[in-house]
């Protein structure tokens, strides 16, 4: 009897760590232990998803722009390419240079069947004015 008390006991102490369940009782420790149970098939329910989620971007990652930068004297040359004509990607990516600081000096933009965007930029002068103190 004893032996089956200590076994049952220490499952419960099990529980309880595995849990971290600060229940006293065992009916508690039992309680806790199934939201536990809950939680943990919640999670693995939502990484099937994600991982779902990004197997369909793969598939889909022909679609993305390619992004290319090189550096240039005072500037970068910047060159944007989709197999596909995105409406609003221009627009997107102006936003994304001032964000970034960059003042396009010169660009060609081709949106027929794809979409083509080659772009000259310089940091903009309070940046530059930064990079002179250093």
Same mark, same amino acid.
């Given at each position: 009897?004893?032996? #089956? ?6 499952? !419960?102490?099990?529980?309880? =760590? ?5 229940? &006293? ?10 939201? !536990? ?6 999670? &693995? ?16 990652? =022909? ?5 290319? &930068? ?15 004509? *995105? ?20 660009? #060609?933009? =081709? *949106? =027929? ?20 103190? #250093?």
């Amino acid at each position: 009897m004893n032996s #089956r008390k200590q076994k049952r006991a220490a499952l !419960y102490q099990q529980l309880r =760590s595995a849990t971290n369940s600060t229940s &006293v009782t065992t009916t508690s420790i039992v309680v806790d232990a199934t939201r !536990y149970i809950e939680e943990l098939k919640e999670k &693995v329910q939502k990484l099937n998803q994600d991982i779902a989620t990004l197997q369909n971007s793969d598939e889909q990652s =022909s679609s993305l722009p390619m992004v290319t &930068v090189e550096t240039l004297e005072k500037g970068f040359l910047i060159n944007v390419y989709s197999e596909k004509n *995105c409406p609003g990607l221009l627009v997107s990516i102006l936003e994304a240079f001032e964000r970034l600081g960059l003042e396009v000096l010169d660009a #060609r933009v =081709s *949106c =027929s069947n794809n979409y083509r965007l080659e772009a000259v930029s310089e940091v903009m002068n309070y940046l530059q004015s930064y990079r002179n103190l #250093r």
